[in-house]
């Protein structure tokens, strides 16, 4: 179902309201991923992957990634890890799919049944491809010519380096403390955060070592390149880590960024040509020439992607909302 703005759930929006799109997809969505013409977010308590036109702004097809009930077996049923308390990563290793990541032709999801990959054909909206890693996914991100699979349950082995096209898991990197969670490539390098040891780590793609452990704040998961910089969002501390790819250094430290109890594991931030866009209470903008936040849109949610002219939200009410960053408001002395 859509809900067009104008028509949202619990009545019509104001006439300014930023939403100019609201999207019922499965249970459970997670961050959304901009790829392949489309927005793609997974169900994580579904089993599946909705794929949203921004065309038409119309779920343009639905595909399942397995089974969440097998998930049963992994004592994920919906009274068990799924209702844990929120400082508990616990939660991610019973999403279906954990995540998903892109090369741009192809869209990658984690299939934590499987132990491994599904790889979707956006031309088919089918799967084509699965890969075994042996492994439980946390997270996935493209580059190098790699997947890069991020595997907190399974230390040492906290981090995979997988062939896209044979499947072949090329490298396993772990490290003292690393406790692979979030994972992004970009600045020369592939970076995991170590959600439990406060620290960002840096994996040479030449080497497949780690080759810095940098120290941040309390809690980093969601991890973000732009602007030359290595945005590290710290949950427990309110704040985002500004780290210096050149040096392996915190550079800034911005603060007053709240994050959602229950959306723990999710709080992707998305970088982009306006800046960094980070959700929670509101969706704020974050200046990256001035390491401040700069501008807010008031509305609230546990992850953001850009893309398309817009902001895609996962909204505290279930959905994917389609926000309008042109709707921002400056935040007094963030400009």
């Known amino acids: ?26 249970r459970d969505p997670g961050p959304a991923l901009v790829a392949a ?65 892109t090369d741009g032709r192809s869209v990658w999801a984690a299939d934590n049944v499987a132990h491994g990959l599904a790889r979707i054909d956006p031309r088919t909206n089918k799967i084509v491809q699965r890969f075994p890693i042996g492994a439980d996914p946390f997270a996935i991100a493209w580059g190098f010519g790699s997947l890069w699979v991020s595997s ?38 592939v970076w995991v955060a170590a959600t439990y040891a406060g620290t960002l780590s840096r994996i040479d793609p030449a ?27 710290n949950e427990d501390s309110s704040s985002i880590s500004r780290v210096d790819p050149a040096t392996n250094r915190v550079t800034a430290t911005v603060r007053g960024i709240s994050s959602l109890p229950q959306a723990h594991s999710d709080d992707a931030v998305a970088a982009g ?16 020439h001035r390491s401040r936040l700069a501008a ?10 850009e893309g398309y002219g817009s902001l895609w939200l996962i909204s505290v009410f279930g959905t994917l909302q389609r926000i309008d960053p042109g709707s921002a408001t400056a935040i007094p002395g963030g400009d």
């Open 207 to 233: 080497t497949n070592s780690i080759t810095a452990t940098i120290p941040v704040e309390s809690y980093p998961l969601a991890l973000a390149v732009g602007d030359g910089s290595v945005w590290v969002r």
């Open 152 to 189: 907190y349950f399974n230390d040492p082995q906290e981090v995979l380096r997988v062939d896209p096209v044979s499947g072949k898991v090329m490298a396993e990197i772990g490290g003292p403390a690393m406790g692979g969670s979030g994972i992004v490539v970009g600045a020369g390098a």
């Open 1 to 26: 179902m859509i809900v067009l703005a104008g028509a949202a759930c619990g009545g019509s929006p104001a006439p300014s309201s930023p939403v100019r799109a609201e999207f019922r997809v499965g």
């Open 273 to 288: 040509n306006d800046g960094l866009w980070i959700a929670g209470l509101q969706l704020l903008r974050l200046d990256p």
């Open 296 to 305: 807010k849109i008031d509305v609230t949610g546990s992850a953001v992607a």
């Open 37 to 101: 013409g489309a927005v793609w977010v997974p169900n994580e308590a579904d089993g599946t992957v909705s794929r949203i036109d921004p065309a038409t702004n119309r779920v343009a097809a639905t595909v399942t990634i397995g089974d969440p009930q097998v998930m049963l077996a992994h004592g994920c049923g919906v009274d068990s890890v799924h209702s844990l308390m929120w400082d508990t990563l616990l939660y991610r290793r019973c999403s279906l799919p954990s995540g998903l990541a």
